[in-house]
């Protein structure tokens, strides 16, 4: 269906705009900076677990998923101009989720998923580290570096985030079942009724 390839597609998008973020913080930092490859991942971690949250929402077919990671992706994305085309895939995943159907009680455990995701980031955006450092070409300085310990909440909390979409019941094929019993039960309702009037 157009409607899945467009919500696999954004998922997909904010995963690849993650994992490009990664290369984007390292090479950016300035040289000697402590930032590293490792806290270059644990920023970009927040955005790579939403991608994996909406696409394994869209392979599901679980609107509360997709609702959540997309929703999660909106503020974030404002955090730099950098991050802002990612407001459309973002944007596009709640469209979507909205299509497919929302129940009240499905909302919970993913919108505390997001809302983790959103934690960890505004835990290295607006928890303060400075750090200086010097090369034998200088030095240099930062009001606020991503620490180690810092990367490695932020890389837990995506995977466990991931982890725990994964393990959601598909609240749509519980939903979908009993359709099918009703239909099934008025198909054979319908034969029976045919069959009748063939004998009549």
Do not use: C
Not at 1 to 9: E, F, G, R
Not at 32 to 42: E, H, N, R
Not at 119 to 129: E, K
């Amino acid at each position: 269906m157009k409607s899945d390839l467009i919500a696999k597609a954004a998922s997909i998008a904010i995963g690849a705009g993650g994992i490009a973020l990664v290369f984007v913080h390292y090479y950016a930092g300035s040289p000697g900076s402590p930032d590293g490859w490792l806290s270059a991942v644990g920023f970009a971690a927040p955005f790579i677990g939403a991608g994996l949250i909406a696409l394994i929402g869209t392979i599901r077919r679980q609107a509360a998923l997709m609702l959540a990671a997309g929703a999660a992706v909106v503020p974030m994305s404002l955090l730099s101009i950098v991050l802002i085309p990612l407001l459309i895939p973002a944007v596009a995943l709640i469209v979507q989720a909205t299509k497919i159907g929302l129940r009240p009680s499905s909302l919970l455990i993913p919108g505390l998923l997001g809302a983790g995701l959103i934690g960890a980031l505004a835990l290295l955006v607006f928890h303060q580290d400075p750090a200086q450092w010097s090369t034998p070409e200088g030095g240099g300085g930062s009001s606020n570096i991503v620490t180690t310990t810092e990367a490695v909440i932020a890389i837990s909390t995506a995977l466990t985030a991931a982890v725990v979409a994964i393990l959601i019941p598909d609240g749509n094929r519980m939903r979908s079942e009993p359709q099918s019993g009703v239909r099934g039960v008025m198909s054979a309702a319908d034969s029976s009724t045919s069959d009748g009037t063939n004998n009549e």
